[in-house]
């Protein structure tokens, strides 16, 4: 069994939740100024690698399983993909998000947070499984 530090598990269950905030902040704020899906997924992976260092990295696949990692990368793709062609199916162009509110600023905010989110969703999960593919090379 590997002796894991104290001062790096504790500091690391302090400071897991405000960086999955910041995360969200990140992605929720994109629309706004700097930040977006690319940066919050890197920021939301790293939230998991943290733990997985500071915890091992069995704790770190039973809190994001590889299964689901991978499963979550086309998903993300889909959603992204799928906010475009809306707007093709709907008679516009790609990625046009004017069909998918009442008005232009509601349908341009759905559109940015849908694009986004599946941004976030493919970045996250692609980082993570190459963390597990890394850190799984190792313990052969």
């Not at 939740?17 to 890197?42: K, N, R, S």
């Given at each position: 069994?590997?002796?894991?530090?104290?001062?790096?598990?504790?500091?690391?269950?302090?400071?897991?939740?405000?960086?999955?905030?910041?995360?969200?902040?990140?992605?929720?704020?994109?629309?706004?100024?700097?930040?977006?899906?690319?940066?919050?997924?890197?920021?939301?992976?790293?939230?998991?690698?943290?733990?997985a260092i500071a915890f091992?990295?069995?704790?770190?696949?039973?809190?994001?399983?590889?299964?689901?990692?991978?499963?979550?990368?086309?998903?993300?793709?889909?959603?992204?993909?799928?906010?475009?062609?809306?707007?093709?199916m709907l008679g516009r162009?790609?990625?046009?998000?004017?069909?998918?509110?009442?008005?232009?600023?509601?349908?341009?905010?759905?559109?940015?947070?849908?694009?986004?989110?599946?941004?976030?969703?493919?970045?996250?999960?692609?980082?993570?499984?190459?963390?597990?593919?890394?850190?799984?090379?190792?313990?052969?």
């Open positions: 069994m590997i002796k894991r530090d104290t001062i790096l598990r504790v500091g690391a269950k302090l400071l897991l939740p405000y960086i999955l905030l910041f995360a969200l902040y990140v992605h929720f704020h994109g629309d706004y100024g700097p930040g977006g899906g690319f940066q919050a997924g890197v920021i939301s992976a790293g939230t998991i690698i943290l733990y091992g990295l069995e704790a770190a696949k039973r809190v994001a399983p590889p299964a689901i990692v991978e499963r979550v990368i086309p998903l993300g793709v889909l959603l992204y993909a799928g906010t475009g062609l809306a707007g093709i162009n790609y990625l046009d998000y004017t069909v998918l509110g009442p008005d232009f600023a509601h349908a341009h905010e759905w559109g940015i947070l849908l694009v986004e989110t599946g941004v976030l969703l493919t970045v996250s999960s692609t980082m993570l499984s190459i963390f597990y593919a890394f850190a799984e090379r190792g313990r052969q």
